[in-house]
C-alpha cells in the first residue's frame, strides 16, 4: 500500500498554511516534526479527508481519495490534536458509537472496543463517564478509537499530548507493533515520540516539508553542529540566552556543560558531538538569531 | 444505522438546555391546565349559587346540555323570543341593569333571574341569536343566518387586515356550502378546549428546536465532528441518523403534548361532542364542513407537520454555525416575530404563516391566500410550506454536514 501526497496545498485567505507538500508514505511510522503553527495538523486533515486542499491531491495506492470517498475513510484512523468528547457518553459508549461509525456491528463493536480499552488501560473505567477523565485518560480512549478498525492509515496528531512518561513508552511500543504493515502518520513536536520508532522523518516548517529521511539520515544535517562547552555557571547563564542551547548540566565544581546547536564553534575549546533528533530540530526550528 | 439513530437520541437527550425548555414547556402547560380548571367561577343557572372548580365546570356542564339537540327552525326561533322575552323584561324593570346577578336574585327572586340577566348572559343565545340577527330582518332559519354572518365578514375583510378578492369570497362560500343543517348543539368542553390550546404546539416547536440546536452545531462546537466525520459512515449514515433522531425525538415530544393536552381535558371535563359540528365549538362564523372530532385531528396533524417543518430549519441552521445560540434564537424570533408581525397590517398574511399565529388561526378563521384563480386557507398553506421545508431543509442539513471543514 501507497499513499501519496501529491503538491498538497491549503490557504486560508492569504495564508498558506501548508505549501505543495509531496511525499510518498509506505507502510511504517513516518514521523511528522514541526513547531506549533508549522502546517502539520492542517495536513493531517486534509489526509483524513476533513478539510478540503485549495490544491493537489492524496493518492491511495494511485487512485485519488476523494473520489474513493467511503472506501478510502473504511481505511482511516485519526486521533485529531483537540480531541473533542461527548461528556455524557461512558467510555464504553464513546468506543461503541465509533464502532458503529466504523461499519461494527454492535456485538462486534462491543467486543473490539473493550479488547482496546483494555489495551490501553481503561478497561475498569469502561463505564465511567468520559466527562469525568483526566486528560491522560481522554487522549488513551483517543487512542483507542482511532485504532477500533484496525486502520490500514492511522494518522495520530500530537498523540501524547497529556500522557505520562509511562504511558507515553507504552503508547510507543503500541504504536511500534501496531505499524508492521500500515501506514503510521504520527505528528509531533515533541521529539522523543518519534526518535525511537520511527522509519522516516518530515521535518515541516512553514507549510513546507524541509527534511525528509531515515531518523540517521535527518539527524546527519545536523553533524558537526553540535557543541558540548564546558563553562563557568555565571557565563552558562550568558550562552543560554545568545545561543540555542539544547541542554545544561551544572556540576558540583562550580562549572556547567552545555549542549549547543550552532553552525559554527561557540566558544574556543568547544568539542563537537554526536547529534540526536533533538539537535536537528532545535538547529531546523532556530529563529535565525542564534535561538 | 438504528444504533446509530439511539446514540443521536442519546445526545439529544444530553442536551440540557434543550431538556430544560420542554420540560418547562409541558410544566407550564401542567400549571395552565390545573389553574384553568381550579379557578373556573360561574353562577349555577338552576340554584343560583356561585360555584368555583370542578362545580363550575359540573354547573357549565349541566347548562350546556339543557341546550343540547337539534337546532331546527323551530327550536331557534324559540330561542329567539326566550332572549326577546328577557330583554323586554329587563327593560320593564326600571333599574335592573344596574343590579348585579345576586342583587337580581335577591330581589326579584331565582326565577326572575333565570329569564332575565341569566339568559343574556348565557353564550348559546349569544351565539345564536346573535347569528339570527346577522341578517336584516332577523333570519327565520340558522343556517340563513349564519350566511348572512359569513357574508358580512367577507364584505368587511379579514379585521381590516386584508379584503377577499372575488375568487376567495366564493372559495369560502363554497366551503360554507358543506355544513349539514339543522345543526346538532351539544355539549363539547373538552374538545372545545383542545381546540384552544392548538396553538401551543406553536410555542412547544421553540423547546424543540433548542433540543435540537446541537445536532449539527455541537459536533463542531465540540469538536467530534473531526472524529466522527473521516469515519465509513461519517459522511454517509450519520448525517441521516442525525435528522432520523431528531424527527423521532420531535414526534416523540409532540405526540407527549399532544396527549397530555388531550388527555388532561378530556379526563377533567369528558369526551362528550366528538361529533358534533365544528360550528358549535368555534362559532357559527367558521365555514369549515368539518366536525370538533375531524377539526381536532385535522389540527394537531398540522401542528405536527408544523413542528416537523420547524426541526428541519432548526437542523439546517444548526448545520450551518459553529454555536448553538443561533439556532435557538433565530427558530424563538421566527416564532415569535409571527405574533407580532399580526400587528402590522400589510405582514399579517406573512405573519399568519408563522407557527404560533398560524395554529392559532387555522380552522378558526377565513384566512386565505390566491394565486390568480387558485385559493388555499390558511391550514393548507401551513401545510404545503412545513411541508416543503421538511422535505427541502433535511436534505441540506445533511449535505452541509458532510462537507463541513474541520478547520
Same mark, same amino acid.
Not at chain 1, 501529491?6 to 492569504?14: E, I, N, P, S
Not at chain 2, 372559495?171 to 346538532?184: A, F, K, Q, T, V
Not at chain 2, 463542531?220 to 448525517?239: E, N
Given at each position: 500500500?501507497?499513499?501519496?501526497?501529491?503538491?498538497?496545498?491549503?490557504?486560508?485567505?492569504?495564508?498558506?498554511?501548508?505549501?505543495?507538500?509531496?511525499?510518498?508514505?509506505?507502510?511504517?511510522?513516518?514521523?511528522?516534526?514541526?513547531?506549533? !503553527?508549522?502546517?502539520?495538523?492542517?495536513?493531517?486533515?486534509?489526509?483524513?479527508?476533513?478539510?478540503?486542499?485549495?490544491?493537489?491531491?492524496?493518492?491511495?495506492?494511485?487512485?485519488?481519495?476523494?473520489?474513493?470517498?467511503?472506501?478510502?475513510?473504511?481505511?482511516?484512523?485519526?486521533?485529531?490534536?483537540?480531541? !473533542?468528547?461527548y461528556?455524557d457518553?461512558?467510555?464504553?459508549?464513546?468506543?461503541?458509537?465509533?464502532?458503529?461509525?466504523?461499519?461494527?456491528?454492535?456485538?462486534?463493536?462491543?467486543?473490539?472496543?473493550?479488547?482496546?480499552?483494555?489495551?490501553?488501560?481503561?478497561?475498569?473505567?469502561?463505564?465511567?463517564?468520559?466527562?469525568?477523565? $483526566?486528560?491522560?485518560?481522554?487522549?488513551?480512549?483517543?487512542?483507542?478509537?482511532?485504532?477500533?478498525?484496525?486502520?490500514?492509515?492511522?494518522?495520530?496528531?500530537?498523540?501524547?499530548?497529556?500522557?505520562?512518561?509511562?504511558?507515553?513508552?507504552?503508547?510507543?511500543?503500541?504504536?511500534? !507493533?501496531?505499524?508492521?504493515?500500515?501506514?503510521?502518520?504520527? $505528528?509531533?513536536?515533541?521529539?522523543?515520540?518519534?526518535?525511537?520508532?520511527?522509519?522516516?522523518?518530515?521535518?515541516?516548517?512553514?507549510?513546507?516539508?524541509?527534511?525528509?529521511?531515515?531518523?540517521?539520515?535527518?539527524?546527519?544535517?545536523?553533524?558537526?553542529?553540535?557543541?558540548?562547552?564546558?563553562?563557568?555557571?555565571?557565563?552558562?547563564?550568558?550562552? $543560554?540566552?545568545?545561543?540555542?542551547?539544547?541542554?545544561?548540566?551544572?556540576?558540583?565544581? !562550580?562549572?556547567?556543560?552545555?549542549?549547543?546547536?550552532?553552525?559554527?564553534?561557540?566558544?574556543?575549546?568547544?568539542?563537537?558531538?554526536?547529534?540526536?533528533?533533538?539537535?536537528?530540530?532545535?538547529?531546523?526550528? $532556530?529563529?535565525?538569531?542564534?535561538? | 444505522?438504528?444504533?446509530l439513530i439511539e446514540f443521536e437520541l442519546k445526545k439529544i437527550l444530553g442536551n440540557r438546555a434543550g431538556m430544560?425548555s420542554c420540560?418547562?414547556?409541558?410544566?407550564?402547560?401542567?400549571?395552565?391546565?390545573?389553574?384553568?380548571?381550579?379557578?373556573?367561577?360561574?353562577?349555577?343557572?338552576?340554584?343560583?349559587?356561585?360555584?368555583?372548580?370542578?362545580?363550575?365546570?359540573?354547573?357549565?356542564?349541566?347548562?350546556?346540555?339543557?341546550?343540547?339537540?337539534?337546532?331546527?327552525?323551530?327550536?331557534?326561533?324559540?330561542?329567539?323570543?326566550?332572549?326577546?322575552?328577557?330583554?323586554?323584561?329587563?327593560?320593564?324593570?326600571?333599574?335592573?341593569?344596574?343590579?348585579?346577578?345576586?342583587?337580581?336574585?335577591?330581589?326579584?327572586?331565582?326565577?326572575?333571574?333565570?329569564?332575565?340577566?341569566?339568559?343574556?348572559?348565557?353564550?348559546?343565545?349569544?351565539?345564536?341569536?346573535?347569528?339570527?340577527?346577522?341578517?336584516?330582518?332577523?333570519?327565520?332559519?340558522?343556517?340563513?343566518?349564519?350566511?348572512?354572518?359569513?357574508?358580512?365578514?367577507?364584505?368587511?375583510?379579514?379585521?381590516?387586515?386584508?379584503?377577499?378578492?372575488?375568487?376567495?369570497?366564493?372559495?369560502?362560500?363554497?366551503?360554507?356550502?358543506?355544513?349539514?343543517?339543522?345543526?346538532?348543539?351539544?355539549?363539547?368542553?373538552?374538545?372545545?378546549?383542545?381546540?384552544?390550546?392548538?396553538?401551543?404546539?406553536?410555542?412547544?416547536?421553540?423547546a424543540v428546536c433548542i433540543a435540537l440546536s446541537g445536532v449539527f452545531a455541537g459536533e463542531?462546537?465540540?469538536?467530534?465532528?473531526?472524529?466522527?466525520?473521516?469515519?465509513?459512515?461519517?459522511?454517509?449514515?450519520?448525517?441521516?441518523a442525525k435528522v432520523a433522531a431528531s424527527l423521532i425525538f420531535t414526534t416523540a415530544y409532540?405526540?407527549?403534548?399532544?396527549?397530555?393536552?388531550?388527555?388532561?381535558?378530556?379526563?377533567?371535563?369528558?369526551?362528550?361532542?366528538?361529533?358534533?359540528?365544528?360550528?358549535?365549538?368555534?362559532?357559527?362564523?367558521?365555514?369549515?364542513?368539518?366536525?370538533?372530532?375531524?377539526?381536532?385531528?385535522?389540527?394537531?396533524?398540522?401542528?405536527?407537520?408544523?413542528?416537523?417543518?420547524?426541526s428541519?430549519?432548526a437542523l439546517?441552521?444548526s448545520?450551518?454555525?459553529?454555536?448553538t445560540?443561533?439556532v435557538?434564537?433565530?427558530?424563538?424570533?421566527?416564532?415569535?416575530?409571527?405574533?407580532?408581525?399580526?400587528?402590522?397590517?400589510?405582514?399579517?398574511?406573512?405573519?399568519?404563516?408563522?407557527?404560533?399565529?398560524?395554529?392559532?388561526?387555522?380552522?378558526?378563521?377565513?384566512?386565505?391566500?390566491?394565486?390568480?384563480?387558485?385559493?388555499?386557507?390558511?391550514?393548507?398553506?401551513?401545510?404545503?410550506?412545513?411541508?416543503?421545508?421538511?422535505?427541502?431543509?433535511?436534505?441540506?442539513?445533511?449535505?452541509?454536514?458532510?462537507?463541513?471543514?474541520?478547520?
Open positions: 500500500m501507497e499513499l501519496k501526497l501529491d503538491r498538497l496545498t491549503k490557504q486560508f485567505g492569504a495564508r498558506i498554511a501548508v505549501d505543495r507538500v509531496s511525499a510518498t508514505l509506505a507502510p511504517g511510522v513516518t514521523g511528522l516534526l514541526g513547531a506549533n !503553527g508549522a502546517g502539520k495538523t492542517t495536513l493531517m486533515r486534509m489526509v483524513c479527508d476533513v478539510l478540503r486542499p485549495t490544491g493537489g491531491q492524496i493518492l491511495l495506492d494511485g487512485r485519488d481519495a476523494s473520489e474513493l470517498g467511503d472506501e478510502y475513510r473504511a481505511l482511516l484512523g485519526y486521533l485529531p490534536q483537540d480531541f !473533542g468528547y461528556p457518553f461512558s467510555a464504553l459508549d464513546f468506543m461503541r458509537y465509533m464502532a458503529t461509525l466504523k461499519g461494527f456491528s454492535d456485538r462486534d463493536g462491543r467486543a473490539r472496543s473493550m479488547e482496546l480499552l483494555d489495551e490501553v488501560g481503561l478497561a475498569d473505567d469502561a463505564r465511567r463517564k468520559v466527562k469525568t477523565f $483526566s486528560g491522560g485518560m481522554r487522549q488513551r480512549l483517543g487512542i483507542a478509537q482511532a485504532m477500533l478498525n484496525d486502520p490500514a492509515i492511522l494518522v495520530l496528531d500530537e498523540p501524547t499530548a497529556g500522557l505520562d512518561p509511562k504511558e507515553r513508552v507504552r503508547f510507543r511500543n503500541l504504536i511500534a !507493533g501496531f505499524a508492521q504493515d500500515k501506514v503510521v502518520i504520527l $505528528s509531533t513536536h515533541i521529539v522523543s515520540d518519534v526518535e525511537f520508532i520511527a522509519n522516516r522523518i518530515l521535518v515541516m516548517r512553514q507549510g513546507s516539508f524541509v527534511l525528509d529521511g531515515t531518523p540517521e539520515q535527518v539527524v546527519k544535517q545536523a553533524a558537526g553542529k553540535v557543541w558540548e562547552c564546558r563553562v563557568e555557571t555565571r557565563r552558562a547563564e550568558e550562552m $543560554s540566552a545568545s545561543l540555542q542551547v539544547a541542554n545544561v548540566r551544572y556540576a558540583t565544581d !562550580g562549572h556547567a556543560v552545555l549542549r549547543v546547536v550552532a553552525d559554527e564553534p561557540p566558544m574556543v575549546g568547544a568539542s563537537v558531538v554526536e547529534p540526536t533528533l533533538e539537535d536537528l530540530y532545535l538547529l531546523v526550528f $532556530s529563529d535565525g538569531n542564534g535561538r | 444505522m438504528g444504533t430544560v420540560a418547562l414547556v409541558l410544566a407550564m402547560l401542567l400549571a395552565l391546565t390545573v389553574l384553568d380548571y381550579t379557578t373556573a367561577v360561574t353562577r349555577d343557572f338552576f340554584t343560583g349559587e356561585v360555584v368555583h372548580g370542578a362545580e363550575a365546570q359540573k354547573s357549565a356542564r349541566g347548562l350546556q346540555e339543557m341546550h343540547a339537540g337539534q337546532l331546527t327552525d323551530e327550536r331557534v326561533a324559540d330561542d329567539a323570543a326566550a332572549l326577546d322575552r328577557a330583554n323586554q323584561l329587563g327593560e320593564e324593570v326600571p333599574g335592573l341593569y344596574e343590579l348585579d346577578n345576586q342583587q337580581i336574585i335577591d330581589t326579584y327572586g331565582l326565577e326572575f333571574w333565570q329569564q332575565t340577566r341569566a339568559v343574556a348572559e348565557d353564550g348559546y343565545y349569544m351565539e345564536v341569536v346573535g347569528t339570527l340577527d346577522s341578517a336584516s330582518p332577523r333570519a327565520t332559519s340558522l343556517r340563513d343566518g349564519a350566511e348572512a354572518r359569513i357574508e358580512g365578514m367577507l364584505d368587511q375583510g379579514f379585521w381590516g387586515y386584508f379584503r377577499y378578492s372575488d375568487v376567495e369570497k366564493a372559495y369560502w362560500r363554497n366551503l360554507e356550502d358543506g355544513i349539514s343543517w339543522p345543526m346538532e348543539w351539544g355539549y363539547m368542553q373538552g374538545w372545545h378546549d383542545v381546540l384552544e390550546w392548538k396553538a401551543f404546539s406553536g410555542l412547544a416547536v421553540v463542531y462546537r465540540d469538536r467530534t465532528a473531526a472524529i466522527v466525520l473521516p469515519t465509513r459512515q461519517g459522511k454517509r449514515a450519520l448525517p441521516a409532540w405526540l407527549l403534548l399532544a396527549g397530555l393536552v388531550i388527555g388532561l381535558r378530556v379526563v377533567l371535563y369528558g369526551a362528550d361532542g366528538w361529533d358534533l359540528p365544528l360550528q358549535v365549538s368555534q362559532g357559527l362564523d367558521v365555514p369549515y364542513p368539518l366536525t370538533v372530532g375531524q377539526a381536532v385531528v385535522l389540527a394537531y396533524a398540522l401542528g405536527y407537520l408544523v413542528a416537523l417543518g420547524m428541519a430549519l439546517l441552521i448545520s450551518k454555525v459553529r454555536s445560540m443561533p435557538a434564537a433565530i427558530t424563538m424570533a421566527f416564532v415569535f416575530m409571527g405574533v407580532l408581525g399580526l400587528f402590522m397590517t400589510p405582514a399579517a398574511k406573512i405573519a399568519l404563516l408563522t407557527p404560533f399565529t398560524g395554529l392559532s388561526y387555522a380552522y378558526d378563521y377565513m384566512v386565505s391566500y390566491a394565486a390568480g384563480p387558485l385559493v388555499a386557507d390558511l391550514p393548507t398553506v401551513l401545510a404545503v410550506l412545513y411541508g416543503a421545508m421538511l422535505v427541502a431543509f433535511t436534505p441540506l442539513a445533511m449535505r452541509a454536514f458532510k462537507r463541513h471543514q474541520v478547520a
